[in-house]
């Protein structure tokens, strides 16, 4: 690396690039974030190789939207399990968690008559609970984290069974359903475009666009370094532009999924509490050392218990799309979704050791695996070899790491 | 050239990314001899005993190492085992969970074929238990014996391994006056048997006491090299030379004016979180305004679980006593209270306690004050920077970013860093716990005055130190603590290494 630097630096135009202040400003930026955007990279080489190898296939709008409606769970689960590893922890029990309060649902909106809205409401409330039991065992009584939530794993799926009598219950209302197969009404009927879907892509990249020319002001504001502006324009050029691919490509099927817009909620909310906020920085200080947390005056059980009862929201809300989109509750739902979580935030950069780790990895990390199991289907290989190749990519994403950081 | 050279490194030059870790060294060791390799932290001491010891293989570094008359090129640790030199690292390499015998022979296990020959293995780990002055069963848990002991446990196991010449880094670091005077003796005792040892310390009082010659180190380069028999060898000759320039006045001096009474602990018991034992006992202590405060004492002598323990109870169970702050009483429930109430306590063990290594500098000192940087939960970045920056600077921290993780740190300056990160609460009372354990003159010199700085500036300050030296010289007076008591008190007319001493064994004797 510092071989090629030094030959790199012979050449003259080279070296007047690489000693630009704000050119190594991006250079470490770069280097800080090799593991995301290696990541980033990763993922959009493998929806390369499956346009080819798919002759196309892949990117039809029809497809695009079976990946994200086929994903929504397991991304839900991501981002709540990036936090719980970020602690240096695990939670095995959110599978269980899942299927216990798609259950409780379908129960009450099909036995009970209970109105839909309300039933969401309820297993909301319920996934918190479950998430407070695992929170109360292992922040307060100091059991490890992974026998609490094997226990929960054994004891929800249990409950599971219990409330469903071992059968599947459906079919779930409408109103249910439509909250993960749903579409966002259009502004105007029988166009072949989506217009509302084109709509929100141009409102995102306005969006986009003042908040990134604020925070450059208020960087300014405090004289810090900022990128060159060519960079930012390219860099907003290219956010504005997958934008828009992406919505123009769902416009042409039925636009927006309801489910996206769950998604793009519960994203844009858990990346702003842990990049932006005093509870996000505990959460990482108490996993990166938590005696050291401790001796600096941040409730380190409090922390804990907040981590997992949040888990349990998260799967109460990935138990809801998963039952929405199924149309029932069965007693098997739910099964290994805790270990494509768990992939998914370790393929995404998170540390076992704990205390690295973000929502955004995480939320790649679910696409990497999704999009392989989506192209592999296409080309007719079967979930035995999707296995295979999904255990394969964890472990060389982990290796990249382990690569990478040792470089650095 | 002297015959009875046993070592000999010739302009050993060693390149890390970006550094120069050692330009041109040279080192000679004489046959049967201590020898002592200082120098500040930072100075090329622990990468050139790596390259030594095929740590780092040869071909990654240029010079020669003539070691027992001949050109020796080291691939990794076991040649240059097998050619008999060893090294003893810092931090003990020892598995807590198995027996003395078991990491004695770890890796070098007493087997045939695969299957281990216990009865041999324990013959053999008596007498090499013998050799360092060990009195133990070797089926011993080494989590069950005290850092003293495993200390020799190591050295019992670099002998097991046929060592002519035993490398210490730092050997007496993390242990207390008794175990290092024991572990001084056996280093002569071994000269004796003719192994020559070389011996990294910052202690330069046991340099005195045992080595037969010094090199020094700094910034890479071999600067001096003393004999003890020859040359007129003094602390202060070699701290000048360690540091380059000359240390007049190791304890800067002071000009605060001692005030009101801010922090008072009276009749305080804390007993031990797990197990059935008391482990501060009775304790009363006041610390004014403007007032420095030591507490010397043996390890395991309760201080760091008294100031634990006072700092918002975070060490221990069933805490009895009173704690008054600025002439109120305050129940001081929590870290979070306690850092309300202007407490601050830097602790003892920076990588365990202190540091969140993993993450960078500006993070790390911001922790302890969020609310300072955030409104209702939400933190402004851009004042964070700001505002740790002004920080660090202040206590002259060196550092290219404050992104930079501080496990990157030097030792001197991971200290400033747990030190900003407490001046960043605005504290009136500070605690510190050790503050200059294992870093360089230069860096001490600089935690002095900031230490200094602080009392001026009207805050009472408690240090805590197992170095007497320190505490004499540091502290306007001076409780002494042992098994958990305070055993006396002394003002700093009174305060000799003696008389603490003195009141440390009396009490040892009473009880």
């Known amino acids: ?408 | 050239m002297a015959s009875n050279l046993i070592l000999e490194m010739r302009n050993i030059t060693k390149e890390f990314p970006g550094v120069r870790a050692l330009d041109q060294v040279n080192i000679k060791v004489v046959e049967g001899e201590i020898h002592a390799l200082v120098g500040e932290n930072g100075a090329g001491k622990s990468t050139l005993m790596k390259v030594l010891s095929g740590v780092h293989p040869y071909g990654s570094y240029d010079g020669e190492i003539f070691y027992a008359g001949e050109l020796c090129q080291f691939k990794d640790i076991k040649s240059s085992e097998l050619k008999g030199i060893g090294i003893i690292h810092q931090e003990l390499a020892l598995i807590k969970q198995l027996s003395i015998a078991e990491n004695i022979f770890l890796g070098n296990e007493r087997a045939k074929r695969g299957i281990i020959n216990w009865d041999e293995a324990y013959k053999q780990t008596i007498g090499l238990m013998k050799k360092v002055g060990l009195d133990e069963n070797p089926a011993t848990l080494v989590k069950d014996i005290g850092v003293g002991k495993q200390q020799m446990v190591e050295i019992a196991r670099a002998l097991s391994k046929d060592i002519k010449l035993l490398i210490l880094d730092e050997p007496t670091a993390a242990l207390n006056e008794e175990d290092s005077t024991t572990l001084l003796k056996l280093i002569v005792e071994l000269k004796k048997q003719g192994v020559t040892s070389i011996m990294i310390s910052h202690k330069l009082s046991e340099i005195e006491r045992i080595s037969d010659s010094i090199t020094i180190l700094r910034d890479g380069k071999t600067v001096d090299f003393l004999d003890m028999k020859k040359d007129q060898v003094t602390e202060e000759r070699i701290i000048k030379s360690m540091v380059g320039r000359d240390i007049t006045e190791l304890y800067p001096e002071r000009h605060a004016k001692i005030g009101e009474p801010l922090l008072e602990v009276k009749h305080w018991w804390v007993d031990h979180p797990v197990y059935d034992r008391t482990i501060v006992k009775d304790v009363s202590l006041k610390v004014h305004a403007g007032e420095v405060v030591g507490i010397a004492g043996l390890m395991g002598a309760g201080r760091t679980e008294l100031a634990k323990s006072i700092f918002g109870k975070a060490y221990g169970r069933n805490i009895r006593g009173e704690t008054w702050i600025k002439g109120e009483k305050v129940d001081l429930k929590d870290v979070a209270t306690a850092i309300k109430h202007g407490l601050a306590y830097a602790t003892e063990d920076r990588k365990n306690d202190g540091l969140i290594l993993i993450d960078n500098i500006k993070r790390n000192v911001s922790i302890t004050n969020l609310s300072k940087i955030s409104r209702r939960g939400v933190i402004d970045e851009n004042k964070e920077i700001v505002s740790t920056e002004t920080q660090v600077q202040a206590l002259k921290l060196k550092y290219s970013d404050l992104l930079q993780l501080t496990k990157n740190l030097s030792g001197g300056n991971q200290q400033k860093v747990v030190l900003s990160k407490w001046m960043y609460t605005a504290p009136e009372i500070l605690i510190l716990d050790e503050p200059t354990r294992g870093i360089d003159v230069g860096a001490k010199y600089e935690i002095y005055t900031i230490i200094n700085q602080l009392a001026e500036a009207g805050k009472a300050i408690i240090v805590i130190s197992s170095e007497m030296p320190e505490v004499i010289g540091l502290a306007d007076r001076i409780y002494i603590m042992d098994s958990g008591r305070m055993k006396g008190e002394l003002n700093k007319a009174q305060a000799s290494q003696e008389a603490i001493m003195q009141r440390i064994l009396s009490t040892k004797v009473e009880v």
């Open chain 1, 1 to 408: 690396m510092s071989k090629l630097k030094d030959k790199l630096l012979k050449n003259d135009l080279i070296k007047k690039l690489l000693t630009n202040d704000k050119v190594t400003l991006l250079f470490s930026l770069f280097k800080a974030n090799i593991r995301q955007y290696g990541m980033f990279i990763a993922l959009i080489a493998i929806m390369t190789y499956f346009f080819f190898a798919t002759n196309g296939i892949s990117v039809r709008p029809l497809n695009v939207n079976n990946i994200i409606l086929q994903n929504a769970h397991i991304i839900v689960l991501a981002v709540g399990m990036v936090l719980v590893i970020v602690t240096g922890n695990i939670d095995l029990s959110v599978g269980s968690i899942a299927a216990f309060v798609s259950a409780v649902a379908a129960v009450l909106m099909v036995r009970q008559d209970v109105p839909w809205q309300l039933a969401t409401f309820l297993v909301l409330i319920i996934g918190l609970l479950a998430g407070a039991w695992n929170g109360f065992w292992i922040a307060y009584v100091k059991i490890p984290a992974f026998i609490v939530t094997l226990g929960g794993m054994l004891i929800f799926r249990g409950f599971t069974l219990v409330v469903l009598q071992g059968v599947t219950l459906g079919p779930l209302p409408d109103g249910f359903n439509r909250l993960s197969s749903g579409f966002l009404p259009d502004l105007i009927d029988g166009s072949n475009l989506h217009v509302l879907t084109l709509l929100v892509g141009v409102v995102f990249s306005a969006f986009y666009v003042i908040s990134m020319v604020l925070a450059r002001k208020r960087k300014e504001k405090y004289g810090f370094e900022v990128l060159p502006v060519w960079v930012s324009v390219v860099g907003a050029l290219i956010v504005i532009f997958a934008i828009n691919l992406f919505t123009f490509t769902l416009a042409r099927h039925r636009g927006l999924p309801n489910v996206s817009i769950i998604l793009f909620i519960v994203i844009a909310i858990y990346t702003f509490i842990s990049k932006k906020t005093t509870v996000g920085r505990h959460i990482y200080a108490v996993g990166g050392n938590a005696e050291a947390a401790k001796l600096s005056g941040i409730n380190t059980r409090r922390t804990m218990f907040l981590v997992y009862t949040n888990m349990g929201l998260l799967a109460a809300v990935s138990g809801i799309i998963f039952a929405a989109r199924l149309d029932a509750a069965t007693p098997k739902a739910g099964e290994l979704f805790e270990l494509d979580a768990i992939a998914s935030a370790f393929i995404g950069g998170a540390s076992a050791a704990g205390g690295v780790g973000t929502v955004f990895g995480a939320v790649i990390g679910a696409l990497v695996m999704g999009v392989i199991n989506n192209g592999m289907s296409l080309l007719g290989l079967g979930i035995d070899w999707q296995q295979v190749v999904k255990g394969m990519v964890l472990l060389l994403a982990v290796w990249f790491d382990i690569a990478t950081k040792n470089r650095r």
